[in-house]
């Protein structure tokens, strides 16, 4: 149970770092413009990378 409640504390902390990253990559992309689509590209890479894993430990 303790685990589990750490596991979920990592996961919103996580999620939250993503957010604030987003956020701010597009604050810059406003600026360059151009770079915008690079910047969510890495986003959902990243967020694909983290999410995959745990949808995959779920369904098996």
């Known amino acids: 149970m303790r685990l ?3 596991r ?3 996961l919103l902390l996580f999620v939250t770092l993503m957010i ?3 956020w701010y990559q597009y604050q810059y992309a ?3 413009g151009e770079l915008k ?3 969510l ?4 890479l990243l967020i694909v990378a ?3 894993p745990i949808l995959v430990r779920r369904i098996l």
């Open 4 to 6: 589990r409640a750490i």
């Open 8 to 10: 979920i504390v990592l």
């Open 20 to 22: 604030a990253l987003v």
């Open 30 to 32: 406003k600026v360059l």
């Open 37 to 39: 689509t690079f910047f």
């Open 41 to 44: 590209i890495i986003d959902i």
């Open 50 to 52: 983290f999410v995959f």
